[in-house]
């Protein structure tokens, strides 16, 4: 395959930065999008240039470290995949890809594609866990038996990988989804319900504080999320929310 | 210096608890005046941070990834063993104790692996008040699967995502500790060297990666959970940042590195297809639970198939080779890892394979959709003669069990697992070797500790299914937090440790020198170009059958690519800055240096065991054979200047509880 690349490029936080063309042949449609990028940037090194600097990291979808923001959307064209699983033959010969980092103000740039999601970490801080130490006398696991549906609700919620897909996709820059799967995970566990209240304060206090965005409903992030969390998860946030405030 | 591993004294199943009865105690007011570096924030770096901040440590960790919870531990995907015998199936702490010994080809220290079995329970237990969303069955007690290498049902799991949930777990309890201040987390940050003084560990050189500025951190311990250097073959299913630099810089300051050569190739992952490959994937071991493993039974329909003449459903069932049924019975599909890879490479040699390259094997998951298809019209009350909906409800239920890796599977090849078998082969996956620690996971520097992969103690030659995860949490929940005590206990009184000593100024400038070596080299070829040789060197010589005469060739090759590599390396951007690739030369330039001690490991190690297979060394019928009159020992070498002078120390395994056999799964 032969592609066009238009490749954001900003130097650090404080650059401008903007989109550079660079063409690319002897793709093959086998290769995953970061194997494409890895091609691009050893041409780069070759001809003295810099790299583009891109995060990544288990290239299996599951560290939620890759982020980019192709052709206009979160880890691009796919479903259901993160930008590490996403695969040239999802692209046609001749084609232009747009490359971009993922835009918010509560995701300050640190250079070309790579972002700071230390926003999500802050969050998590101030109510992401259930205040049990670990002496390894807690009582045994199967003297909490939790229906199974709950139990599969608090996993399908627990499976979000931070990369901030959400945010970056949302035309508020909400951390709605985010937050939400991280507070329904407990919420939905008798282990976690002790604190729930102070977990949903904490956490969407601090999410307003980062910059984040509101939600308005458009359900862009559901369908942009690559693990699939449901909006049901922003509701019973609100939910909580509404519990905890009365 | 002669090794002692400290292994308390007294019956296997007392050793633990006696020892806890009498260690030194820190009190709670002198832990708040003792700062500890974790550096790795995987399971059992996560867990440590979180444990030590706990007891009231002042805690500084380390990830070069911009989050903790992003450590490859994410990654793991099956399960995690642990001998709580939920199923009533005759499992108990010595069975597990037993199956990792033997699973391990008895080449690990039992005093360890009786101490880790001991404490599996505990972590079950101290997930799920976590909040761990492990997969129950419809009463909402917790349910187990079985793993390669044993006849009980003992691994728990979170679908095919068991790492992830585990390690948000620990980060969880990080996050605790973060807020209430007692953890200072450095994220996108890496060690690159460790600072002795006095002779002990007393703190860290790291490269802020953001910035580039080169930082001092003091403590008075330093804990290494850095995980393994399977990436040293270039290709293996570890993230693309795992690295071995933490481990390999203790190492040259005086910490012994313990059977590199122990590697685990894991047999269930997606084929290589081209060289412009950057990792591989693994498929867990969890589908061995239900795929059958296959090649065609004669040659020519081999041929066919890889010539895409003909398709693998159109094969009958007599023209099928379930070779691992046939060679091992009783275990059958679920041979343990070293066993399973070997025979797929054996197949595969004598030119059985099914893909392009020839080097792939199926993972058939028929049979499993229809035994699970007549099991649901049977208790849905539907009809039992309904082929499709059999086939629909077969479906369903393998798609509930391991739907997130057909997914992955799916859009990495591009074929559809529910409807044609998977291809697989074996990768590289997990290294049992790594830093040598005696009983308290400390290493041969006073005040440095090795936890996790990064260690070599538990898995011996060979780790079983599901242990990995078990291990982590193990040693960072229960083990260091007790043993670490022990030798802080001494440190009551020493005060905050200055960085603005001749010792740090000396760290600070070497790490400086080789960084600032690398930007100006100006050479012609990138990182990658040598990482790439440096992975076919090992796959080719130091991979999954070795000899003598490959090893030596490969020690000569390395020596000449790391020279070739220091003169003629180009590394771009500059050094206040961030820059990934000044960060891989730094990994490279030490894999090329640990490369060349595996093969030399290797090479010394006269006989075969678990992952460590040389084809000098083996039975009539191709199975390993282990010498254990000459090798039943832990071979730590110690730096001297060089990996060709690197001088062995031997620790002597003694097996009192275990009777050592030869491994047999048929």
């Known amino acids: 395959m032969k592609l066009t690349l238009k490749i954001w490029r900003q130097k650090n936080a404080e650059d401008k930065g903007q989109l550079v063309d660079y063409k690319l042949d002897n793709i093959s449609e086998d290769m995953s999008f970061l194997d494409m990028l890895d091609v691009l940037n050893e041409g780069l090194i070759m001809k003295g240039e810099e790299p583009v600097a891109f995060d990544h990291d288990c290239r299996e979808g599951i560290c939620g470290m890759c982020s980019l923001y192709i052709n206009g959307e979160a880890h691009g064209p796919d479903r259901g995949v993160t930008t590490c699983q996403l695969h040239m033959r999802m692209f046609k010969d001749g084609d232009t890809i747009y490359i971009e980092s993922f835009r918010s103000k509560a995701f300050p740039v640190i250079k070309d594609l790579v972002v700071d999601r230390s926003s999500f970490d802050r969050i998590q801080h101030v109510g992401c866990f259930i205040s049990v130490n670990t002496s390894g006398n807690t009582q045994d696991a199967n003297n909490i038996p939790i229906n199974k549906q709950d139990a599969d609700d608090a996993f399908d919620a627990a499976t979000c990988i931070g990369c901030g897909a959400c945010v970056a996709t949302c035309k508020n820059s909400s951390a709605m989804l985010f937050v939400a799967a991280k507070v329904s995970q407990f919420a939905l566990l008798p282990q976690g319900k002790i604190e729930a209240a102070d977990r949903v304060m904490n956490m969407v206090n601090q999410m307003d504080e980062e910059g984040f965005g509101n939600c308005t409903n458009t359900g862009a992030c559901e369908v942009e999320c690559p693990k699939g969390i449901s909006l049901e998860n922003i509701a019973r946030m609100n939910r909580e929310y509404l519990k905890a405030s009365i | ?666």
């Not at chain 2, 998951?365 to 019209?377: D, L, M, N, T």
């Not at chain 2, 998977?422 to 830093?435: E, L, R």
């Not at chain 2, 992969?453 to 937090?481: C, I, K, T, W």
């Open chain 2, 1 to 666: 210096m002669a090794l002692d591993s400290k292994i308390p004294n007294g019956p296997i199943s007392d050793k633990w608890t006696d020892y806890k009865n009498h260690i030194n105690l820190v009190n709670p007011a002198n832990k708040r005046n003792i700062d500890i570096i974790v550096v790795g924030t995987g399971l059992a770096g996560g867990s440590a941070a979180a444990t030590l901040a706990e007891l009231g440590y002042n805690v500084k960790a380390f990830c070069f990834q911009d989050s903790p919870r992003r450590a490859h531990s994410i990654a793991a995907q099956g399960g995690i063993n642990a001998a709580k015998n939920y199923q009533g199936d005759g499992d108990s702490t010595f069975r597990l104790f037993y199956d990792t010994v033997k699973g391990g080809d008895y080449r690990s220290r039992e005093a360890n692996v009786h101490r880790l079995a001991e404490v599996s329970a505990n972590i079950i237990d101290q997930c799920v008040a976590q909040g761990v969303p492990f997969a129950r069955d419809y009463g909402g007690l917790l349910d187990n699967r079985s793993f390669g290498g044993v006849l009980v049902s003992r691994t728990f799991y979170a679908k095919g995502q068991t790492g992830q949930q585990l390690l948000l777990g620990a980060y969880s309890a990080m996050n605790r500790q973060i807020g209430r201040g007692k953890i200072k987390m450095y994220n996108r940050h890496e060690m690159l060297d460790i600072v002795k003084v006095d002779g002990k560990a007393r703190g860290i050189i790291a490269r802020n990666l953001v910035t580039g500025e080169i930082e001092r951190h003091s403590a008075h311990a330093v804990v290494i959970a850095s995980g393994g250097y399977g990436n040293v073959f270039f290709l293996s299913t570890n993230a693309m940042g795992s690295n071995a630099t933490a481990a390999w810089k203790i190492h040259k300051k005086g910490a012994f590195f313990a059977n590199p050569c122990y590697t685990q190739i894991h047999p269930t992952c997606i084929p290589v297809s081209g060289d412009h490959q950057s990792k591989l994937t693994l498929m867990s071991e969890s589908l061995r639970n239900d795929g059958r493993i296959w090649v065609p039974a004669k040659l020519e329909d081999a041929q066919a198939i890889r010539e895409g003449k003909l398709k693998p459903t159109q094969l009958a069932e007599a023209d099928r080779d379930y070779y691992l049924e046939r060679r091992y019975p009783s275990f059958g599909n679920l041979v343990p890892r070293d066993v399973a890879s070997r025979a797929a490479k054996e197949r595969c040699d004598a030119g059985f394979g099914v893909n392009k390259t020839g080097e792939a094997v199926y993972l058939d998951f028929a049979s499993a959709i229809q035994r699970y298809g007549k099991e649901q019209v049977k208790i849905k009350h539907l009809d039992e003669n309904d082929a499709a909906l059999i086939t629909k409800l077969g479906t369903e239920v393998v798609a509930n069990k391991y739907g997130n890796l057909f997914q992955m599977y799916e859009k990495i090849v591009d074929e559809n697992p529910y409807g044609t078998p998977m291809m697989i082969y074996p990768a590289v996956h997990y290294t049992m070797g790594g830093t040598w620690v005696d009983y308290n996971l400390q290493t041969t520097i006073p005040g440095c500790f090795s936890i996790g992969e990064s260690n070599f103690s538990d898995h011996g030659a060979n780790r079983l299914g599901a242990s990995a995860l078990m291990q982590g949490l193990a040693d960072g929940y229960f083990v260091l937090p007790y043993t670490i005590g022990d030798y802080l206990s001494a440190d009551i009184r020493t005060g905050k440790i200055p960085t603005d000593s001749p010792e740090f100024d000396e760290a600070e400038k070497s790490v400086k020198d080789q960084l600032e070596r690398f930007i100006n080299n100006n050479g012609t070829h990138s990182v990658d170009y040598f990482h790439k040789k440096l992975g076919k060197i090992m796959w080719d010589k130091v991979g999954m059958a070795r000899n003598a005469e490959g090893l030596n060739e490969a020690i000569v090759e390395i020596a000449a690519l790391r020279e070739e590599f220091f003169k003629d390396v180009r590394v771009p951007g500059t050094l206040d800055s961030f820059n990934q690739e000044l960060e891989k030369a730094t990994r490279v330039a030490d894999y090329l240096e640990l490369g060349e001690l595996f093969a030399k490991d290797a090479l010394h190690r006269q006989e075969s065991c678990g992952g460590h297979f040389r084809e000098e060394y083996q039975t009539e019928d191709g199975e390993a054979m282990r010498d254990d009159e000459n090798f039943a020992y832990v071979a730590a070498w110690e730096y001297k200047g060089k990996p060709s002078e690197a001088v062995l120390h031997k620790e002597d395994l003694k097996f009192d509880n275990v009777k050592l056999v030869q491994r047999s799964y048929k």
